[in-house]
């Protein structure tokens, strides 16, 4: 792809974020997309939108060196003082991450080569339902033809994250993550639903039907508490399978995955009517 010459596309939103908060969808994409990482000789991940501190962005680099070596990674901000940030930060580390680089940039994606990664958190969350669909369709027709995006919410701290993985030809999965001791109910997962989905939660879209039937699973599951949380969200997610496609197999799903307070589902599951 060719460097970038004009006004990056998109706009300028609260730089917020934390460091550590984005560690479960990081978690997640180690543990899942390792084959997408590792399906070009020379492998790029973008960071969109790592907001007022490139920490995240870092953070993102360590995850995936781990389980792909070579691994490059793209910090790309809109906001010209925060890529000054990112720079200063690889000035003073001096050459400890080969292979990181932070630069201005947005939607058009103004790196060298097409990316096995995006990575966009917290990013569209400010933009409408619109415009977020039109990034979704953006940035998959940029990706490597083996790439995924993974653009999603959580809170401050990272506490609670639902995120969607696309790759070049659409949207495939969603996924529900949460430090299971702060949550009361799993429809305490509707304010962190990814733009596409949040105004959808409405009676009569499936995105609300199955936070209904996970709540009605979870408070079935209530006996298991006296086994801890987890166990009360592995026998809720066992019991919203019998309902939904959840996906039950690893690499995405099954207790291994469940045991961490997570359940992912197809897109169509909970995609919206229209
Ligand atoms: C809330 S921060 C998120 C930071 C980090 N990703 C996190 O989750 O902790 C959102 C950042 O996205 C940036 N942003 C918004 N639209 C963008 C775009 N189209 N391209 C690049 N960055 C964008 C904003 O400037 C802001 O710094």
């Keep these: 792809m060719a460097p970038q010459t004009r006004r ?3 706009e300028v939103t609260r730089g917020t974020t934390a460091p ?10 180690a ?3 390792a084959a997408a990482l590792r399906a070009d000789a020379r492998p790029l991940a973008v960071d969109l939108g790592y907001g007022a501190s490139p920490a995240t962005a870092v953070e993102l680099y360590a995850r995936l060196r781990v389980v792909a070596p070579g691994v ?12 000054a940030r990112g720079a200063a930060f690889l000035a003073a580390s001096r050459g400890a991450y080969p292979g990181l680089s932070f630069r201005r940039g947005g939607f058009e994606l103004p790196v060298e080569r097409r990316p096995v990664l995006v990575r966009a958190f917290n990013v569209l969350r400010q933009y409408d339902e619109a415009a977020a669909w039109r990034a979704w369709d953006g940035l998959r027709a940029r990706l490597h033809p083996a790439g995924v995006l993974v653009e999603g919410t959580c809170d401050e701290i990272g506490r609670r994250a639902v995120w969607v993985a696309l790759g070049p030809e659409g949207p495939r999965t969603v996924t529900f993550a949460a430090r299971l001791g702060s949550l009361d109910r799993p429809s305490g997962f509707a304010e962190r639903l990814p733009k596409t989905l949040i105004h959808r939660n409405v009676p009569g879209e499936r995105v609300h039907a199955f936070l209904a039937d996970f709540d009605r699973c979870w408070a079935a599951a209530a006996p298991h508490s006296a086994f801890g949380p987890r166990a009360r969200w592995i026998e809720a997610v066992a019991l919203l399978s019998r309902l939904h496609p959840v996906r039950t197999r690893p690499p995405l799903g099954g207790r291994p995955r469940w045991r961490l307070g997570e359940v992912t589902v197809p897109w169509t599951t909970l995609s919206p009517n229209d």
């Design 8 to 10: 990056p596309q998109g």
């Design 72 to 83: 490059e990674v793209a910090g790309l901000e809109i906001e010209p003082e925060r890529v």
């Design 20 to 29: 550590n908060r984005l560690r479960r969808v990081d978690r997640w994409i």
């Design 31 to 33: 543990a899942t997309q």
